[in-house]
T-cell receptor, first 110, second 116 residues
Framework: RKEVEQDPGPFNVPEGATVAFNCTYS??????FFWYRQDCRKEPKLLMS???SGNEDGRFTAQLNRASQYISLLIRDSKLSDSATYLC???????????FGPGTRLSVLP | DAGVIQSPRHEVTEMGQEVTLRCKPI?????LFWYRQTMMRGLELLIY????????DSGMPEDRFSAKMPNASFSTLKIQPSEPRDSAVYFC??????????????FGPGTRLTVL
């Protein structure tokens, strides 16, 4: 089993739709959690950190369930510009070891 | 700030040749990371440095790979000899880790390596 797993997608949704991505991790001692976004043939960029209490940034909401070792990302009112691959990232409990999930590809259609 | 700078952006070489990838981290950052991304394996951490010192190289695939960081503003990843299975996009990233600073990693644009 991979340390970080995600729905591979692709998710094809119309503009304005709400879409949710799921991520699970196997190391219960993992310390920090993030969502990164990667556009086609570009570098990954931080979208948002994920806090235990859940957090929101505009149209994006991230949730963490430590008991279930589950992370989610909700995108509301999706835009064409949201089309990208979304990477779930988990930081191990030692050093600066970040483990990236395989990513979920999103295509927002006009 | 110019961000993380990598060179070359594209490299095409023949099997058996030496390949050197270069990275300049964001000024003031104390961590530098090398990643490799392929369709099959996704984004994998190869090695990371803290204050120019290699901390964890457990992700380096084999002895053909080596990385150095001679100073705070420069790092290299070398593959010698290169093989077709080394074809991938190699990313360098840097971060600043501190009590009140989130350890966000900033990635360079990557080097797309093709080994024929």
């Amino acid at each position: 089993r991979k340390e970080v797993e995600q729905d591979p997608g692709p998710f094809n949704v119309p503009e304005g739709a709400t879409v949710a991505f799921n991520c699970t991790y196997s190391n219960s001692a993992s310390q920090s959690f993030f969502w990164y976004r990667q556009d086609c043939r570009k570098e990954p960029k931080l979208l948002m950190s994920v806090y235990s209490s859940g957090n929101e940034d505009g149209r994006f909401t991230a949730q963490l369930n430590r008991a279930s070792q589950y992370i989610s990302l909700l995108i509301r009112d999706s835009k064409l510009s949201d089309s990208a691959t979304y990477l779930c990232v988990v930081k191990r409990n030692y050093g600066q070891n970040f483990v990236f999930g395989p990513g979920t590809r999103l295509s927002v259609l006009p | 700030d110019a961000g993380v700078i990598q060179s070359p952006r594209h490299e095409v070489t023949e099997m058996g040749q030496e390949v050197t990838l270069r990275c300049k981290p964001i000024s003031g950052h104390d961590y530098l990371f090398w990643y490799r991304q392929t369709m099959m394996r996704g984004l994998e951490l190869l090695i990371y440095f803290n204050n120019n010192v290699p901390i964890d190289d457990s992700g380096m695939p084999e002895d053909r790979f080596s990385a150095k960081m001679p100073n705070a503003s420069f790092s290299t990843l070398k593959i010698q000899p290169s093989e077709p299975r080394d074809s991938a996009v190699y990313f360098c990233a840097s971060s600043l880790v501190g009590v009140k600073v989130e350890d966000t990693q900033y990635f360079g644009p990557g080097t797309r390596l093709t080994v024929l």
